[in-house]
């Protein structure tokens, strides 16, 4: 263990010199955008073993999901680095409203850093209250609503009039999402997203037999 610390110190200390300018999250250069529209934008964010992000700013309402296990640091602006472990599938929602945040994040693990960030831009529909799916959720407040899925229950089940859904699949092979009236189907692998539109009736097909992780942020 003392080994182990010595070796994250040692390596947060001999991190080349970054530049300390900052700039916006969608700007930085592993913050890569892969999907944005009216409601959303998915920053899509690779870090390679000893590699180090920019500084960059969070002011967004923001939810984060993590892909990996990964050891990584983090410094906050003016403040030392800190080091946790990051475990695939854990997730949180920060508004960012009064809190904007400066940091750059290192990566201390021998494995890649796969996270991604996803910006809620707009609402989808205040005047029309929605109310949660009957699946897990996560977490709910007055932007969105987080679910999770961990096995085939959901199979085959028709979801409609609900808001904008960024589908990400954490755990698992591949998922497919059909739609309801079209019957064409979307695949959905381990590591990708997959967007549905609002009002759209779906479904999803899920093998009985394979153990899965699918996140679900719906924004209201």
């Given at each position: 263990?003392?080994k182990?610390?010595?070796?994250?110190?040692?390596f947060l200390i001999?991190?080349?010199?970054?530049t300390i300018?900052?700039?916006?999250?969608?700007?930085e250069?592993r913050?890569?955008n892969?999907f944005?529209n009216?409601y959303?934008?998915?920053?899509?964010?690779?870090?390679a073993?000893?590699?180090?992000?920019?500084?960059h700013?969070?002011s967004?309402p923001?939810?984060?999901?993590?892909f990996t296990?990964t050891?990584?640091?983090?410094?906050?602006?003016?403040?030392?680095?800190t080091?946790?472990?990051n475990?695939a599938?854990?997730?949180w929602?920060?508004?960012?409203?009064?809190?904007?945040?400066i940091h750059?994040?290192t990566?201390?693990?021998?494995v890649?850093?796969?996270?991604?960030?996803?910006?809620?831009?707009?609402?989808?529909?205040?005047?029309?209250p929605?109310?949660?799916?009957?699946?897990?959720v996560?977490f709910?407040n007055?932007?969105?609503?987080?679910?999770?899925v961990?096995?085939s229950?959901?199979?085959q089940?028709?979801?409609?009039?609900?808001?904008?859904i960024?589908?990400?699949?954490?755990?698992?092979?591949?998922?497919?999402?059909?739609?309801?009236?079209?019957?064409?189907?979307e695949?959905?692998?381990m590591?990708?997203y997959?967007?549905?539109?609002?009002?759209?009736?779906f479904?999803?097909?899920?093998?009985?037999?394979?153990k899965?992780?699918?996140?679900?942020?719906?924004?209201?």
């Amino acid at each position: 263990m003392i080994k182990r610390k010595f070796i994250i110190l040692h390596f947060l200390i001999a991190i080349p010199l970054i530049t300390i300018a900052q700039v916006q999250v969608k700007l930085e250069p592993r913050h890569k955008n892969v999907f944005e529209n009216t409601y959303l934008r998915l920053l899509d964010v690779h870090i390679a073993p000893r590699d180090t992000t920019m500084f960059h700013i969070h002011s967004t309402p923001s939810f984060f999901l993590i892909f990996t296990n990964t050891l990584v640091g983090v410094q906050k602006k003016g403040l030392d680095w800190t080091t946790s472990q990051n475990v695939a599938g854990e997730s949180w929602y920060q508004s960012f409203l009064n809190d904007t945040l400066i940091h750059r994040v290192t990566n201390c693990d021998t494995v890649p850093f796969h996270v991604t960030d996803m910006e809620i831009l707009a609402p989808y529909n205040k005047s029309r209250p929605i109310k949660p799916m009957p699946i897990e959720v996560l977490f709910e407040n007055e932007n969105v609503i987080a679910y999770s899925v961990r096995d085939s229950s959901i199979d085959q089940t028709v979801f409609s009039e609900r808001g904008p859904i960024m589908a990400q699949l954490v755990e698992g092979d591949k998922i497919f999402v059909h739609d309801e009236k079209t019957n064409k189907a979307e695949e959905l692998k381990m590591g990708s997203y997959l967007y549905v539109k609002p009002e759209r009736s779906f479904y999803f097909t899920v093998p009985a037999d394979q153990k899965i992780n699918l996140i679900l942020l719906e924004i209201k």
